[in-house]
């Protein structure tokens, strides 16, 4: 039974995290569920230079309502989450004000989301950490 020490450290090492679906270092996770009225309805913050949640797991075909706002900043953010295979075309400007996105994903896949913004020649605010994942699901 030499294979299973390995297995029984690697096995503990999970179990510190919680459980199989493990989140990443950095990763804050939301899995959202239809409402009453069948909306899967996900609020997600921004700032400089992050979203959170940055993993948003929803059901295929069932319509999802982002609720998207940034943290009120001299600096413009955006949301953009472009997956055409999924029936998915989001591409908006952010303010402190919430801003509500509506779709129905119609693909399972993970799909990225994130801001377009630059100043200038610097990095983009999506190379500095402002992007995330949607995950769809059967
Ligand atoms: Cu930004």
């Given at each position: 039974m030499k294979a299973s020490v390995p297995c029984l450290v690697f096995c503990l090492g999970l179990a510190g995290y919680g459980h199989a679906d493990v989140a990443q270092p950095?990763?804050?996770?939301?899995?959202?569920?239809?409402?009453?009225?069948?909306?899967?309805h996900v609020r997600i913050e921004g700032g400089a230079y992050?979203?959170?949640p940055n993993r948003v797991v929803v059901k295929s075909?069932?319509?999802?309502?982002?609720?998207?706002?940034?943290?009120?900043?001299?600096?413009?953010?955006?949301?953009?989450?472009q997956a055409p295979e999924a029936g998915i075309a989001v591409d908006e400007d952010l303010s402190s004000e919430p801003?509500?996105?509506?779709?129905?994903?119609?693909?399972?896949?993970?799909y990225p989301f994130y801001c377009r913004n630059r100043l200038l020649f610097f990095?983009?605010?999506r190379e500095k950490g402002m992007e995330g994942v949607l995950d769809v699901v059967e």
């Open positions: 950095g990763e804050t996770v939301y899995r959202a569920s239809p409402a009453a009225d069948g909306v899967q992050f979203f959170k075909n069932v319509p999802v309502e982002l609720t998207v706002s940034v943290a009120r900043s001299m600096v413009p953010h955006s949301f953009v989450l801003k509500k996105i509506r779709f129905t994903p119609t693909a399972a896949g993970s990095e983009s605010h």
